[in-house]
């Protein structure tokens, strides 16, 4: 069987490696649309490679720019532009496998559209559970689809848990299993040692300097202040439905084991593998079927030590910070995301001290209530309230 792949965000860090995974099986995958941003010359590229029927920019014109470059080269590709174009490469490219890459909130709406359509998902994109867990997931019940997650560490702890406990076929959905925690690793960023006097002074090159992996500034930024593993968190809790008391953090600073499942009986079970993305993504394509992936083999005997502990909280508030608004529920989720973004890009863009990532999502999640997200439209419309208070904290501290 050929799987007809239709990647959301193709020209950045995982849409990247999903090509490289297909370009490495060639019969086994067909490409029906890539979608991307402003990067018109790399998806044009990558539309020459791979013919997509659709292919997707944010601009009408960056849309021109890249019409013209595909008619030159004499390919048929459909190009669009817009969030809703986004809907239409995964409704109309004729796939069956989405990759949900698009980082953020703007990834939301078209993963939801994949979910409801009975795709097969392959969730890199945390925002769909973060802001709108449980309307992902009914989505996901009535669309009939497979949900397989991306991020190393779900996929880790995916591949450590026993088949039933997805299929519906366990004995007690009380026991989970035999399921007692999720472990959840962590890198601990590039500040994982660094004296917290020092923090203060942390510019955006040194936050985007992972010691393991390559990732977008936004992701990267992400892991320093670990308020990805927070995000990551909430993910596991609507990927696996344990409880969140469940639900451990720990620093290995190796990220050789990628996330550990404990068992009742005493047991751990982990997987490990090289720190690339290309393994995960090779598993969710073709699962439960495993394809090579153009990974270097893990060599245990040229391995030191690998090293666990618990995260420094005072380092790392966003984690708590996490946490807290995944006990809220509700809102809070969607706020803590959305105030995270605005922060971050005010860091990475406007000078907005390192230290105040955190400051401004707390002050966001303590101005704005709780409420319900049981809908797409009120979750866009705390998304928005969300970042322009957060865009009102930033400025009065610029100020």
Same mark, same amino acid.
Request: some cysteine; charged content about 15%.
């Given at each position: 069987m050929v799987r007809k792949v239709a990647i959301l965000g193709s020209t950045g860090s995982i849409g990247a490696n999903t090509l490289d995974v297909i370009r490495s099986n060639p019969d086994r995958f067909q490409v029906t649309a890539l979608t991307a941003g402003k990067q018109v010359e790399k998806l044009a590229?990558?539309?020459?490679?791979?013919?997509?029927?659709?292919?997707?920019?944010?601009?009408?014109?960056?849309?021109?720019?890249?019409?013209?470059?595909?008619?030159?080269?004499?390919l048929k590709t459909r190009v669009l532009y817009g969030p809703e174009a986004l809907v239409t490469a995964v409704l109309?490219?004729?796939?069956?496998?989405?990759?949900?890459?698009?980082?953020?909130?703007?990834?939301?709406?078209?993963?939801?559209?994949?979910?409801?359509?009975?795709?097969?998902?392959?969730?890199? =994109?945390?925002?769909?559970?973060?802001?709108?867990?449980n309307l992902f997931m009914q989505a996901m019940k009535v669309g009939g689809g497979a949900l397989l997650p991306i991020d190393s560490e779900h996929n880790a702890i995916f591949q450590c848990l026993p088949y039933q406990f997805f299929t519906g076929s366990s004995s007690s959905e009380t026991q989970h299993d035999g399921v007692e925690e999720l472990w959840l690793t962590a890198s601990g960023g590039p500040f994982r040692n660094t004296p917290l006097n020092q923090l203060a002074e942390i510019t955006p090159e040194q936050a985007c300097a992972?010691?393991?992996?390559?990732? @977008?500034?936004?992701?990267?930024?992400?892991?320093?202040t670990m308020m990805n593993k927070g995000l990551e968190v909430i993910e596991a809790y609507w990927l696996f439905g344990l409880p969140l008391e469940k639900i451990k953090v720990i620093i290995h600073p190796q990220s050789v084991v990628h996330s550990l499942v404990r068992y009742c009986d005493g047991s751990v079970?982990?997987?490990? @593998?090289?720190?690339?993305?290309?393994?995960?993504?090779?598993?969710?394509?073709?699962?439960?079927?495993?394809?090579?992936?153009?990974?270097?083999?893990?060599?245990?005997?040229?391995? +030191? =030590?690998?090293?666990?502990?618990?995260?420094?909280?005072?380092?790392?508030?966003?984690?708590?910070?996490?946490?807290?608004?995944?006990?809220? @529920? @509700?809102? +809070?989720?969607?706020?803590? =995301?959305?105030?995270?973004?605005?922060?971050?890009?005010?860091?990475?863009?406007?000078?907005?001290?390192?230290?105040?990532?955190?400051?401004?999502?707390?002050?966001?999640?303590?101005?704005?209530?709780?409420?319900?997200?049981?809908?797409?439209?009120?979750?866009?419309?705390?998304?928005?309230?969300?970042?322009?208070?957060?865009?009102?904290?930033?400025?009065?501290?610029?100020?």
């Amino acid at each position: 069987m050929v799987r007809k792949v239709a990647i959301l965000g193709s020209t950045g860090s995982i849409g990247a490696n999903t090509l490289d995974v297909i370009r490495s099986n060639p019969d086994r995958f067909q490409v029906t649309a890539l979608t991307a941003g402003k990067q018109v010359e790399k998806l044009a590229e990558q539309c020459v490679e791979f013919a997509p029927s659709i292919a997707v920019v944010t601009s009408a014109t960056d849309a021109s720019r890249l019409e013209k470059v595909l008619q030159n080269k004499n390919l048929k590709t459909r190009v669009l532009y817009g969030p809703e174009a986004l809907v239409t490469a995964v409704l109309d490219s004729g796939c069956d496998t989405v990759m949900a890459a698009i980082v953020g909130a703007a990834g939301l709406m078209p993963t939801l559209a994949a979910a409801k359509a009975g795709k097969r998902v392959l969730l890199a =994109n945390k925002e769909a559970l973060v802001m709108s867990g449980n309307l992902f997931m009914q989505a996901m019940k009535v669309g009939g689809g497979a949900l397989l997650p991306i991020d190393s560490e779900h996929n880790a702890i995916f591949q450590c848990l026993p088949y039933q406990f997805f299929t519906g076929s366990s004995s007690s959905e009380t026991q989970h299993d035999g399921v007692e925690e999720l472990w959840l690793t962590a890198s601990g960023g590039p500040f994982r040692n660094t004296p917290l006097n020092q923090l203060a002074e942390i510019t955006p090159e040194q936050a985007c300097a992972h010691p393991n992996w390559v990732m @977008g500034r936004k992701i990267s930024v992400d892991s320093a202040t670990m308020m990805n593993k927070g995000l990551e968190v909430i993910e596991a809790y609507w990927l696996f439905g344990l409880p969140l008391e469940k639900i451990k953090v720990i620093i290995h600073p190796q990220s050789v084991v990628h996330s550990l499942v404990r068992y009742c009986d005493g047991s751990v079970l982990a997987q490990l @593998g090289q720190p690339d993305m290309r393994t995960p993504i090779a598993y969710g394509l073709d699962w439960p079927e495993r394809i090579v992936s153009g990974v270097a083999p893990l060599n245990l005997m040229q391995l +030191a =030590n690998l090293n666990f502990s618990e995260p420094e909280l005072s380092r790392f508030p966003c984690l708590s910070l996490a946490f807290a608004a995944a006990k809220a @529920g @509700g809102s +809070a989720p969607a706020v803590l =995301n959305a105030a995270n973004e605005v922060a971050v890009a005010a860091f990475l863009e406007t000078g907005l001290p390192y230290l105040h990532i955190p400051q401004v999502v707390e002050r966001v999640l303590n101005q704005l209530p709780v409420e319900s997200a049981d809908s797409l439209d009120s979750i866009l419309d705390i998304d928005a309230q969300a970042r322009a208070v957060a865009h009102n904290c930033i400025r009065s501290i610029q100020q």
